[in-house]
């Protein structure tokens, strides 16, 4: 079965500083990966997924993603945090197996960010 | 917006008593998955539909039970309710049948159990 860890529960950033939240993924086989973020009462937005076609994916709101194989990791980044981007963000997996859609989440990571 | 629409936005109920969430997926998309998101739990698939199928199982209690009707929309219905209930219940839907495809969440219904 397939399953995403995140690094690190909270991460605080200046405003202008470089995020980088991190994932690893644990799949006998490259799977399907995606990152999502949630804002307050608000439901989980999509901001990018990788699905075996370029390892460098870019999202939403100027994040980007890696997905390095040789690292199991799908860590997001962004150059130049924003006061808006404070939010939980989710990294997730799917499998590549025609039924096996479900979305596996980790736990999430806080982002905070410092004016 | 996602275009998943789910009803009611707040439910505060008993112990023993049973609920029913809705669910209205974007218009087109025959998936339907039901998530319940808890602090000590995080976000923990439930359940998914395909076009008024079950199609996978997660950990969903015996006291919960799902179906998806004719015209695509979907209800959780949870029974013999207790606190530990309490959680925000996502759901979301997806557009084409296979993996890859990202899944769409509507802003949750948030369960009290007092």
């Known amino acids: 079965a397939q399953s995403v860890t995140q690094l690190g529960s909270h991460v605080s950033v200046s405003e202008g500083a470089l995020v980088l939240l991190r994932c690893n993924y644990s799949?006998?086989?490259?799977?399907?990966l995606f990152w999502y973020v949630q804002y307050p009462n608000q439901g989980l937005q999509l901001l990018l997924k990788?699905?075996?076609?370029?390892?460098l994916v870019k999202g939403i709101n100027g994040f980007e993603a890696e997905f390095k194989k040789s690292e199991t990791s799908f860590h997001l980044t962004k150059p130049s945090a924003h006061m808006s981007d404070a939010a939980e963000y989710f990294c997730?997996?799917?499998?590549?197996?025609?039924?096996?859609?479900?979305?596996?989440f980790g736990t999430g990571t806080r982002l905070t960010i410092i004016p | 917006d996602s275009g998943v629409t789910q009803t009611p936005k707040h439910l505060i109920t008993a112990t023993g008593q049973r609920v029913t969430l809705r669910c209205s997926p974007r218009?087109?998309?025959?998936?339907v998955y039901w998530y319940q998101q808890s602090l000590d739990q995080g976000l923990q698939f439930l359940i998914q539909?395909?076009?008024?199928?079950?199609?996978a199982k997660g950990n969903i209690l015996e006291r919960f039970s799902a179906q998806q009707f004719p015209d695509l929309h979907s209800e959780l219905n949870l029974s013999s309710l207790e606190l530990g209930d309490s959680a925000l219940y996502f759901c979301?839907?997806?557009?084409?049948?296979?993996?890859?495809?990202?899944?769409?969440f509507g802003n949750g219904t948030r369960l009290t159990v007092t």
């Open positions: 979301a839907s997806s557009a084409v049948q296979g993996a890859g495809s990202p899944l769409h």
């Open positions: 799949s006998s086989v490259p799977p399907y």
């Open positions: 990788y699905t075996s076609a370029a390892t």
């Open positions: 997730a997996v799917s499998g590549v197996n025609f039924g096996n859609e479900k979305l596996t």
């Open positions: 218009s087109g998309d025959l998936s």
């Open positions: 539909y395909y076009n008024g199928e079950e199609r």
